[in-house]
């Protein structure tokens, strides 16, 4: 089904891979656009992700033996964030937000040895659970990993220390080792409902709507449970990273 497209000259056929692949770049933009600001359009999204397409296929012919779609779904997805971190998308009330959310969950669950409950953090945080599902909506987008996470004032940038190797993706690298391990056990130990809708969201790949018919809950709410599960998961990666390092 992913078989690669060759021309009579026996190179890789751009513009008929180009075309049967441009549904794929459209799903990415849809997928990512359900937990992202009205402000951001799913046109832009797309026209940069056809921009990592076409660059996944001029890399892919010096990699022979990888899987064309799982490549090309990296590149895409890279340059669809890369792109949002040039926009500067987030407000910064936004990533106060989600800092603050973080660090109380953080906080919580070092005293509680457990994941706390919505009451809980709310309480923590010192605002009412409206007010504190008001914050996760505004927080909705935020990723789960940024290169700013893993920066300490006096050595420079974790990501460069630890992964020097430019002919590959930093984040990437940092992820395929201990991060990736302490990111499966974070999954597990979410509460059970947030374990479901992430599987749904990044295995199964529904979208919000979808993923509220399966819950039973509303489109909104499923943003506020999505934005509630990453950070839980970024307060959980944070801790293992700073670990690490220490």
Same mark, same amino acid.
């Given at each position: ?32 656009? =359900? ?5 951001? $359009?799913?046109?832009?999204? !797309? ?5 990592? /397409?076409? +660059? #996944? ?59 706390? =409950? ?5 309480? $923590?945080?010192?605002?009412? !659970? ?5 914050? /996760?909506? +505004? #927080? ?107």
């Amino acid at each position: 089904m992913n078989q690669t497209i060759y021309t009579s000259a026996g190179v890789i056929d751009k513009q008929q891979h180009l075309a049967k692949f441009a549904p794929l770049v459209k799903r990415i933009a849809h997928h990512m656009i =359900a937990r992202l600001p009205g402000s951001v $359009e799913a046109d832009d999204l !797309i026209q940069v992700g056809m921009i990592g /397409l076409m +660059d #996944a296929l001029n890399r892919y012919e010096e990699m022979p033996g990888a899987q064309f779609e799982t490549y090309a779904q990296q590149r895409i997805r890279g340059a669809m964030l890369d792109e949002l971190r040039q926009m500067d998308w987030l407000p910064r009330g936004a990533r106060r937000n989600m800092r603050q959310i973080e660090a109380a969950i953080s906080a919580l669950q070092q005293r509680l040895g457990r994941s706390p =409950a919505e009451t809980e953090i709310a309480a $923590e945080l010192g605002v009412s !659970i409206d007010d504190y599902h008001h914050m /996760l909506l +505004d #927080a909705r987008g935020a990723q789960l990993v940024h290169y700013e996470d893993f920066t300490d004032g006096e050595d420079g940038n974790f990501l460069e220390r630890n992964c020097a190797d430019d002919s590959a993706d930093p984040l990437a690298s940092l992820l395929d080792g201990d991060l990736r391990q302490a990111l499966i056990g974070a999954i597990g130990n979410l509460p059970e409902r947030e374990k479901t809708l992430m599987g749904l969201y990044y295995e199964q790949e529904l979208n919000f709507k979808e993923i509220g018919a399966v819950l039973g809950v509303s489109e909104s709410r499923v943003c506020q449970i999505h934005s509630q599960a990453v950070a839980r998961l970024r307060a959980r990666l944070k801790e293992c990273a700073w670990t690490s390092i220490a």
